[in-house]
């Protein structure tokens, strides 16, 4: 995180990138491993129990696969471990995320509101299971498929979001490039546009388009979010090659707080900018 003076407190993304096998996730595993064999409890039979395939339990135990929190908890009571797996939860949670985004990650899943200014493509929370697989696969250096396929899991299961309740207020500034790119295909985009309508009908969710040909532009300096923690701070997130920032400092948060604002003025309105999306989907 960064203050005010510039000076630097545990930058988010100079970790190294755990990727399954590695760190918690194998701790975990073998931790998971040791309590099977303590109830006596083959790995067929422990699925059974907690309704995965023997075959995930063992991708489980080797680390390499991250489980889902309803599986810690399940195995945690199965195996009558007194909550020492399910201690473990929060971390194995944030390891399914790029090391970069974990700390951003975890104040979103609570956040009372989010803006998101998106330049270069369709927000994470916005994107249809399609798009995010594309969105993957074209990143350089290639991901294994095991990595997308666990990317692809935590970036959808982060629209939970959108069922919490109460209802956290979400807003979106999109640049029309970005709902012009198809990426994935055409037939992606469209899914993908057709997704961006749905979501839009919401009450708590405004999302706004910022036109190609605007001469007045704000967002110049690149894309950025803003969240409203859970304690009631507003924290700024920046993010650009893997590197990214979250800002606590008052003065960093309200310069991006006012570039918010003038974004969302240049934009077209939310009524404008869904009859906008409607219009390219009619192009398609």
Do not use: W
């Not at 961006?196 to 036109?211: D, W």
């Not at 969240?227 to 920046?238: E, F, K, L």
């Amino acid at each position: 995180m960064a203050d005010d003076d510039g000076s630097e407190r545990e930058p988010v993304g100079q970790r190294p990138e755990e990727e399954p096998g590695q760190g918690v996730v194998t701790a975990f595993g073998r931790q998971l491993k040791l309590l099977r064999i303590r109830a006596g409890l083959e790995r067929a039979e422990f699925g059974k129990l907690v309704g995965y395939a023997a075959q995930s339990v063992a991708s489980f135990e080797q680390g390499r696969r991250i489980p889902p929190p309803g599986f810690i908890d399940k195995a945690d009571d199965v195996l009558d471990a007194g909550g020492m797996s399910k201690v473990l939860k929060e971390e194995v949670a944030r390891a399914q995320y790029p090391a970069f985004f974990r700390d951003a990650a975890r104040l979103e899943a609570s956040a009372l509101a989010l803006c998101v200014y998106a330049a270069l493509a369709v927000p994470g929370l916005l994107q249809t299971e399609e798009y995010a697989r594309a969105v993957f696969r074209m990143q350089r250096p290639l991901l294994d498929d095991a990595v997308i396929e666990q990317r692809l899991e935590s970036r959808l299961a982060r629209q939970q979001i959108f069922g919490r309740r109460p209802a956290p207020l979400l807003s979106f500034v999109i640049e029309e490039v970005v709902l012009r790119k198809p990426i994935g295909g055409q037939e992606v985009l469209r899914g993908q546009l057709e997704q961006i309508l749905l979501v839009g009908q919401e009450r708590n969710i405004e999302i706004q388009v910022m036109p190609t040909d605007r001469e007045d532009h704000a967002g110049l300096s690149g894309p950025f979010n803003l969240i409203d923690a859970a304690n009631g701070q507003r924290i700024a997130y920046t993010e650009v090659q893997d590197d990214s920032r979250l800002y606590t400092g008052t003065g960093k948060v309200r310069e991006l707080e006012a570039r918010y604002g003038i974004l969302r003025s240049q934009a077209l309105t939310p009524s404008e900018s869904m009859a906008f999306v409607e219009k390219l989907l009619g192009e398609r």
